[in-house]
Every structure is written in structure tokens, then in C-alpha cells.
């Protein structure tokens, strides 16, 4: 059974950093592709990066280019979502996916969830 949990979330004021991390289980996730996405309140879940587990290669939304940076943990089955310079319009409620199918944006094509980790950015 995997078992996505995140943790790491918080509240920060704008121009600030927090580091998600995302702790993996029940399988091997070599072949997986590790998501982070966010939510906020009245807005749909959207895309913010992924990381290939077993390349590295990672992608990004264009608001989160060049701020926020995903990297995985082999070791420790983790992944982290770095995010710096954050912004008010950054708060939301962030969820790691994993699935084990080729990289996507859309959050239907991510088989498994994490619980979800609030963001709240003050201005």
C-alpha cells in the first residue's frame, strides 16, 4: 500500500522560504514520478513540480519557476519542495502525488495522495 505524508508547512510572511517534504512508502518508486500540487480555496488543485524518481528530471509550473526547487532523497524515500521568495498568492494547501505512469500536469493522472500540508503566506 503507498502512503504518501507531508509535512513542513507553516506560516511564513512573503519573501520567506519553507521546505515541504513528502515521505514515500510501500513500494519501490524508482519508476514513479513524484508531484507536488496546491489548492487554494474556491480554486482547482494545479500543477506545481515533479521530479522523475529514477532520472531526477524535474519540471515546474511558470509561478513557481526559479523560486520553489523539487528534489528526491533516495535514502530516505523522500521528496522535498524547496520554496523560496513565496508570496500571499502562494497560500494554499499543498499535496505530494506519486504515480507510475510517464510525467503529467494533471492532477487525474496521479494514482496516489498525500493528506496535504497548508502554506500560509502573510503579506
Known amino acids: 500500500q503507498v502512503q504518501l505524508v507531508e509535512s513542513g508547512g507553516g506560516l511564513v510572511q512573503a519573501g520567506g522560504s519553507l521546505r515541504l517534504s513528502c515521505a514515500a512508502s510501500g513500494r519501490t518508486f524508482s519508476g514513479y514520478v513524484m508531484g507536488w500540487f496546491r489548492q487554494a480555496p474556491r480554486k482547482e488543485r494545479e500543477f506545481v513540480a515533479a521530479i522523475k524518481w529514477s532520472s531526477g528530471t524535474t519540471y515546474y509550473a511558470d509561478s513557481v519557476k526559479g523560486r520553489f526547487t523539487i528534489s528526491r532523497d533516495n535514502a530516505k524515500n523522500t521528496v522535498y519542495l524547496q520554496m523560496n521568495s513565496l508570496k500571499p498568492e502562494d497560500t494554499a494547501v499543498y499535496y505530494c502525488?506519486?504515480?507510475?505512469?510517464?510525467?503529467?500536469?494533471?492532477?487525474?493522472?496521479?494514482?496516489?495522495w498525500g493528506q496535504g500540508t497548508q502554506v500560509t503566506v502573510s503579506s
Open positions: 502525488a506519486a504515480d507510475a505512469t510517464t510525467y503529467s500536469r494533471s492532477s487525474y493522472d496521479y494514482a496516489y
